[in-house]
């Protein structure tokens, strides 16, 4: 089941990563190195993510305080595709609480499954046009690093979108899109935020390699 208890290894390892980021956390803020929502997400974006790995339905809720938050740390950032995104990925997660529930045979709980060829195709067809269409956007409104921005938002998008359907490559778009996040991140400034994607980018790849059992199951 996707709300199972964690093993006694998960949970010593949920404890470390809650002690670690929460006191990399309080670091940043009490330095000023990092606006206090930046922090908190900070924190609640890693449990989040951890949560994605182990298939439990709670990462939803917990991603949705996630989300909202950024929303506003990356608007005042300026940067604006990736602050909209946030708010995708509020809606996104409202539909992926309701698939991983309802989303199976006969109502059941939804099961990791492989995407098509025909998918990744669309997939990557969708990044390339989502991108061309923000960045033109984006220009137009002023935002910062306008390509980088637009680009790591419609991968994010497509990643997030898989995400809620339990398809395994999501991973493999999450990885990408962490490791564009970094130095996107470092160049604008937002260097708790680099550090939480060097955080999620280690996570994608245990997720990766969790799902990818749970589908050869």
Request: one cysteine or more.
């Amino acid at each position: 089941m996707t709300a199972s208890a964690p093993s006694r290894g998960a949970a010593a390892l949920l404890a470390g990563l809650v002690l670690l980021t929460s006191a990399i956390a309080f670091a940043a803020w009490h330095t000023g190195a990092a606006h206090p929502l930046e922090a908190i997400a900070f924190v609640t974006g890693v449990f989040c993510v951890w949560l994605v790995t182990r298939q439990n339905i709670w990462n939803f809720p917990l991603g949705l305080i996630t989300v909202g938050l950024y929303a506003y740390v990356f608007y005042q950032s300026q940067l604006f595709a990736t602050a909209g995104l946030q708010l995708v990925f509020f809606a996104l997660n409202l539909i992926g609480w309701y698939l991983w529930l309802y989303g199976g045979e006969a109502r059941s709980e939804l099961k990791v499954r492989r995407a098509p060829r025909l998918e990744w195709a669309l997939t990557a067809l969708g990044i390339t046009g989502a991108t061309a269409l923000l960045y033109r956007l984006l220009n137009e409104a002023g935002g910062a690093a306008t390509f980088w921005d637009a680009l790591i938002t419609s991968i994010s998008l497509a990643a997030q979108w898989a995400q809620s359907r339990k398809i395994l490559e999501c991973w493999w778009l999450w990885i990408v899109a962490d490791i564009l996040y970094i130095p996107f991140c470092l160049f604008n400034g937002l260097y708790l935020t680099a550090l939480l994607y060097g955080v999620f980018l280690v996570l994608a790849i245990m997720g990766l390699l969790s799902w990818r059992k749970a589908a050869t199951a």
